[in-house]
């Protein structure tokens, strides 16, 4: 099961992640990321980017769900992200991508 996944369906942890978030903004890149990647896949259905660089913007995690995905290898749906990213991934230093296609 997916983080997105597991994390939709346990509102516990949803509640703690919604509660943790509230108390600490995110980053300026956090936010330039999240929007790159909406406009890139309008299908998402789920989309979570973090800063795990401490909040210097050198190391990115990113969760997307999106039905563009479907049909195409993990391999296939990473370079579609890092396509999408293109210019944003010239200043890191390091990116972890999960990709998922929603389950109906």
Do not use: W
Request: net charge positive; aromatic share 4%; with cysteine.
């Amino acid at each position: 099961m997916s983080l997105l996944r597991a994390i939709r369906h346990n509102p516990q942890v949803l509640c703690r992640n919604i509660i943790a978030r509230s108390l600490s903004s995110q980053t300026d890149g956090e936010v330039r990321i999240a929007q790159v990647l909406k406009e890139k896949f309008p299908q998402a259905t789920a989309l979570k980017v973090v800063d795990i660089s401490g909040g210097c913007g050198a190391m990115y995690e990113i969760h997307i769900e999106s039905d563009e995905f479907k049909g195409k290898r993990t391999v296939q749906q990473h370079q579609l992200v890092n396509q999408a990213l293109k210019d944003e991934i010239k200043a890191m230093h390091g990116l972890r991508i999960f990709t998922d296609v929603p389950r109906k």
